[in-house]
């Protein structure tokens, strides 16, 4: 807390407002005893101006475009990690030592498996049932199949044999998930195969053309993976601590997290976006169509993968990604026209006063759906893989809100009441 205060004058009389700082130099005003001082509350619809908690893991500056998890920055972590290096990293605040990790990774192994029960399940959704409803039904169903979290010593302690089952088992589930869509037999994870390796695996191998899990790929997904790994209280990791606050169990508030990431405002946006640049691809290339329909007030259209609530600049992951992108392709020989519609229209976009005087750059969801269909996966897996990199991120955050005094009270925000006020109450007899 700092030792500065601001002052509000309501009503002609004065208050003061603690002003807390944060180790970045980040100011807010503590309005926690506001209403009891004052009777007033605050407004701020969308909460752009509120902030839910203080937190330790993710610190992003969205006019710089800086992004850094637990005072890593993004791209050194997204260079020299892989994915559960940086999990580890969330869960506990620091990396991992080499012992460390390898003991991570052994615990990706052995929590590999679903319950075969689990497996039914699949059969009973129905045909074409969207992946990111599948994975939410499941995950919320891992709490009746692994109770354990409720034995943990300390459920909230970073590693845990819970966090460690969630991070394994959500992979295999997406993986079966697809197979179960595309109607082909289940691969099992195996021993020898990395967290992301396996992934690929058991997404792509057939009993009549097995699958080489090309280097390439793992390396791609890896950091794909890491760029999604958690971005402070967005939409669905505030699901997830609200959720979380009401004292329900990791299961169930991930599967909320799942929910909301799902939106095409939100995670949905990476699907949104493909779709976006095949309907401009098949119309001819008619970018000033989508742009023009995009920048008219009295239509709802949006260019999804641009724009963001709080980066003002390039967003860090978008630029990373689109490395990945250039790399990917043309190590694995894809051709891909949609790549081409999609730096064309970032150009478009870019020398467009409507979107540069809004701040309005490509987000991490504009490149990432490319990367994605080159590795083979299709549109629908493409937000289950967003949900797959912000596990850890949500997890930690999750786990912070539950060992933290004060964020861990129920969320309940208050609103201004603008209906009726009051009115007899008339029988139905009398109401014509
Ligand atoms: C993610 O919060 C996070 O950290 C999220 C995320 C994470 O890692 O968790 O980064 C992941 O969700 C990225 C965002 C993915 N969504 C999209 O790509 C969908 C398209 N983008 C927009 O819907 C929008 O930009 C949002 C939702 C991302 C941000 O919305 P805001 O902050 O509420 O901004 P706004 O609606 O107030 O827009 C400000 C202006 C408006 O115009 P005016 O009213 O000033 O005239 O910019 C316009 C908007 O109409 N605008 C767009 C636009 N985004 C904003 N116009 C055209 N196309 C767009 N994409």
């Not at 997830?240 to 997290?257: D, E, K």
Request: proline fraction near 6%.
């Amino acid at each position: 807390m700092s030792q500065q205060k601001a002052q509000l004058t309501i009503e002609g009389k004065v208050y003061d407002l603690p002003i807390i700082e944060g180790t970045a130099g980040e100011k807010a005003l503590d309005i926690r005893s506001l209403m009891r001082d004052t009777g007033y509350i605050t407004f701020d619809s969308g909460y752009m101006n509120t902030g839910s908690c203080e937190s330790c893991i993710t610190y992003l500056d969205g006019d710089k475009g800086i992004l850094r998890y637990r005072g890593y920055d993004i791209a050194d972590l997204a260079e020299n990690c892989v994915f559960i290096e940086v999990a580890y990293l969330l869960l506990t605040g620091e990396l991992p030592t080499k012992a460390e990790l390898d003991q991570f990774k052994y615990d990706m192994t052995r929590y590999a498996l679903i319950h075969e029960d689990m497996i039914h399940f699949f059969d009973h959704f129905p045909p074409n049932s969207s992946p990111m409803s599948i994975l939410s039904t499941m995950v919320a169903t891992m709490h009746d199949f692994y109770p354990e979290m409720d034995l943990e010593e300390d459920p909230y302690g970073g590693l845990t044999t819970t966090t460690a089952r969630l991070l394994s088992k959500i992979r295999t589930t997406a993986a079966f998930s697809y197979k179960k869509n595309i109607g082909h037999p289940l691969v099992y994870p195996r021993p020898d195969l990395s967290y992301c390796a396996n992934f690929l695996n058991m997404m792509f191998d057939r009993p009549n053309m097995p699958y080489t899990v090309e280097p390439v790929a793992v390396i791609a997904l890896n950091k794909l993976l890491i760029l999604h790994a958690d971005h402070e209280q967005n939409c669905s990791t505030s699901t997830v601590r609200l959720v979380g606050s009401a004292g329900v169990g990791l299961y169930p508030s991930i599967s909320a997290g799942i929910h909301a990431l799902w939106g095409p405002a939100h995670g949905g946006a990476n699907a949104a976006v493909m779709l976006m640049l095949e309907r401009i691809y098949r119309d001819g290339k008619n970018y000033d169509k989508y742009i023009a329909m995009a920048k008219d007030p009295n239509n709802p259209y949006r260019l999804s993968g641009f724009g963001h609530r709080v980066y003002k600049t390039y967003d860090p992951r978008a630029k990373l990604i689109k490395e990945v992108c250039t790399a990917v392709l043309e190590t694995l020989n894809v051709k891909d026209p949609l790549l081409e519609v999609a730096q064309e229209l970032e150009y478009r976009v870019s020398n467009d006063d409507y979107f540069v005087s809004r701040n309005l750059y490509p987000n991490v969801d504009f490149y990432s759906g490319i990367i994605y269909r080159a590795l083979g996966i299709p549109t629908n897996m493409f937000t289950v893989m967003f949900a797959l990199g912000r596990l850890p991120g949500w997890i930690a955050q999750w786990q912070e809100m539950n060992s933290s005094k004060d964020s861990s009270r129920i969320g309940r925000p208050r609103q201004v009441y603008q209906g009726v006020v009051s009115r007899p109450f008339s029988k139905i007899e009398d109401r014509g």
